[in-house]
């Protein structure tokens, strides 16, 4: 048994949302990464320069096999007036287009957000059918990631959106898992692994306590905090995992400048850990 998966840096991990997040950033630092692609986080101002977007990211000559969508679509899909949920919608046709242009194979979703969190689940849930639909006629796949939670927990919610329309696919960050206690009960999952639903994984580490230190939200890269990321490979290599794995951890120095050595490492860390895998071949 072998793991065939690509390494990709998340974009998200040298922008900032929202004083930095200038698509040129992922043609200058992209080229300076040993990484296999990027994962592109789109953000709400690129709606009104999407073709320039395009033009700008197929030209660098870079691959983008995941597009993180906008993260205000799950939000507009849980609100209970029907022309908030469209603008979701229109949102996520601009995510497709900028996903099909780029060749991407994934458009990684949050289904729900802050700050109803998972409060009216129902009503993110209803415009899933027509979601689903959308991405494929793009050529996309939609994976809902596992993201925080108040009413229930992140593999809950995907479970019950597989149930609701059984396409769903699923994005696992490392991080929430954690927060949730989840880290090591999602391999136990075998509704997610049997049918190989997990199509792509965000490494972040975490504190053991919550997100946020004074208020403010800290990201520790892979090694930092206390995730066994060693038990976490080992097992993600049992479940025969083939998709693609991001760091997605930001990494800037005291001056605010992106510190493109601590994003290597990160990678490095990750590349490290999915080689030494029997049986392991990383492309």
Known sequence: MSLRAHLLCSSGAFSRYPDSIDHRAIQHIGPQLDVDGIEVMFYPQWYTQLDAI?????????????????????????????????????????????????????????????????????????????ALDMTSRYGLQLAIETIPCRLHDPLYNVQQAIAYDERSQVTLDTEFLALHNQIETVFAQDWLWEEQRIKHIHIKDFSGAGLSVNGERRYLHPGEGCIDFDAFFARLQTKAFSGTISLESPARDSNGDIDVDKLQRGLDFI???MTNMPGAHVE
Do not use: Y
């Open 54 to 130: 395009i033009a700008g990211l197929r030209h660098s000559g870079l691959r983008f096999p995941v597009i993180h969508g906008d993260k205000a679509i799950g939000v507009a899909f849980g609100k209970a007036d029907a022309t908030e949920r469209e603008q979701g919608m229109t949102w996520l046709e601009a995510n497709c287009k900028l996903g099909n242009a780029l060749e991407a194979e994934v458009v990684v979703l949050h289904l729900w957000g802050w700050p109803e969190l998972d409060d009216h689940l129902e009503q993110n849930f209803e415009p899933l059918h027509r």
């Open 271 to 273: 590349r490290q850990h």
